[in-house]
């Protein structure tokens, strides 16, 4: 079977914008290549005046149905699969610098699951917890000069998801987790694993890093998460049983 990429299933997020013109001008790209889903987390300034200038006529309707957030995990509860943006790379920070490559691999896994592409402040990208939501991190590559404005890495990314939207691509992707399931998983693992002693419990996020970034490689349907979650609590109930070999 051929598919090309879902449109309708993608959204492009922007967290923490400091300047409506920003907002306009990604509202914008993101028309001009055929995605109708915007969202800001926790905007500096949203002043819709200056927002609706920069979007011009053309992205009024999109502005208009813009959704505002306050905190970036809320935002991205209902997607399934969320790819982030940096510029900067090594860290810990396992990033592709191909976003076409990484476009084609969107096809499938649009068919039945909400996009979320994500885009930090201007000052300084996402953070790496921020990162950590996602199950991709792209870095859109330059000729040495990294920083790009918001509304050129917006209208890059856009525009290679649209060339991939007009390629037919032979390839099937289940309906996978959520964020929101995903992040109770994470939570509950991390619960367990401290109650036996798995990892450090003075600084378990750390530790927990490397549990996301192994289940990140992973396409999680939701019926995986519920049997990770029964693992655990089967084995907090075998622990409080106090066993005795």
């Not at 509202?27 to 926790?42: E, P, T």
């Not at 979007?55 to 149905?65: C, N, P, Q, R």
Request: charge should be neutral; hydrophobic fraction near 40%.
């Amino acid at each position: 079977m051929s598919l090309s990429i879902n449109l309708k299933n993608v959204a492009i997020v922007l967290h923490r914008p400091s300047y409506p013109e920003n907002i306009g001008a990604a509202a914008r790209a993101a028309c001009n290549m055929g995605i109708s889903q915007l969202m800001v987390v926790n905007p500096r300034d949203c002043d819709l005046t200056r927002i609706l200038k920069m979007a011009t006529h053309f992205a009024a309707d999109l502005v208009e149905g813009m959704e505002v957030f306050e905190d970036l995990e809320t935002a991205l509860a209902p997607f399934e699969y969320i790819v982030g943006t940096t510029a900067r790379q090594g860290g810990g920070r396992s990033t592709t610098s191909d976003p076409r490559k990484l476009a084609e691999q969107l096809v499938p896994i649009s068919q039945q699951n909400r996009i979320a592409l994500v885009f930090g402040p201007e000052s300084r990208g996402l953070t790496n917890a921020e990162l950590r939501l996602c199950h991709a991190v792209v870095t859109i590559p330059t000729a040495g000069f990294t920083s790009l404005n918001l509304a050129q890495a917006v209208m890059i990314l856009c525009y290679e998801v649209f060339l991939a939207s007009r390629e037919d691509v032979k390839e099937f992707a289940p309906r996978l987790a959520s964020r929101q399931e995903l992040e109770a998983m994470y939570e509950q693992l991390k619960e367990t694993f401290i109650n036996i002693s798995f990892i450090n419990p003075e600084n378990p996020d750390y530790w927990m890093g490397h549990i996301r970034r192994f289940f990140s490689r992973l396409d999680m349907r939701a019926r995986d998460v519920r049997i990770i979650r029964g693992i655990c609590r089967q084995i907090e109930w075998y622990g409080s049983r106090g066993v005795k070999n």
